[in-house]
């Protein structure tokens, strides 16, 4: 079941340990408006999926990172949030993966669900009728050119 969270309040989310983001919620016109970014629409088309995704989730970030706990300079001053500290944080491979499980796979996952059929109720097949019929008399099939 799908729970709807009509209160559509910004959420803390743990990605590392000390490391806590207060990220909007992914909603969709979030990640409208993250596809029209223009770092998103700069990346080639002979770019990898990856770089794809990197800019992506960067765009992303940038748009749903309110807060943050647990960001600081070389010498320990606490960072704000801003465009260029976000994107220096997805540098970080570990931060970036959980960026992507905990926040970004949660709304696609919910994408690929709504995308889903519900199985039928006595099995895969149960409503499948037949679209081809055995020829009788021939135990092999024939092949015609």
């Not at 909007?24 to 700069?42: G, H, K, Y």
């Not at 080639?44 to 990197?54: G, K, N, T």
């Amino acid at each position: 079941m799908l729970t709807l969270d009509l209160t559509n309040a910004p959420r803390w989310h743990d990605l590392a340990p000390g490391l806590r983001l207060q990220l909007r919620p992914l909603t969709t016109a979030l990640m409208v408006a993250t596809r029209s970014d223009p770092d998103v629409e700069a990346v080639p088309a002979d770019a990898s999926d990856e770089e794809r995704a990197v800019a992506f989730a960067k765009a992303l970030a940038r748009r749903a990172v309110l807060d943050w706990e647990g960001v600081g300079d070389a010498q320990g001053s606490p960072v704000e949030p801003g465009p260029e500290a976000i994107d220096a944080l997805l540098e970080i491979w570990p931060v970036f993966e959980a960026f992507q499980t905990q926040y970004v796979a949660k709304g696609l996952l919910l994408d690929q669900e709504k995308n889903a059929s519900a199985p039928l109720p006595t099995g895969p097949s149960a409503g499948a009728t037949a679209t081809a019929t055995p020829v009788k008399g021939h135990a092999k099939s024939v092949r015609r050119d």
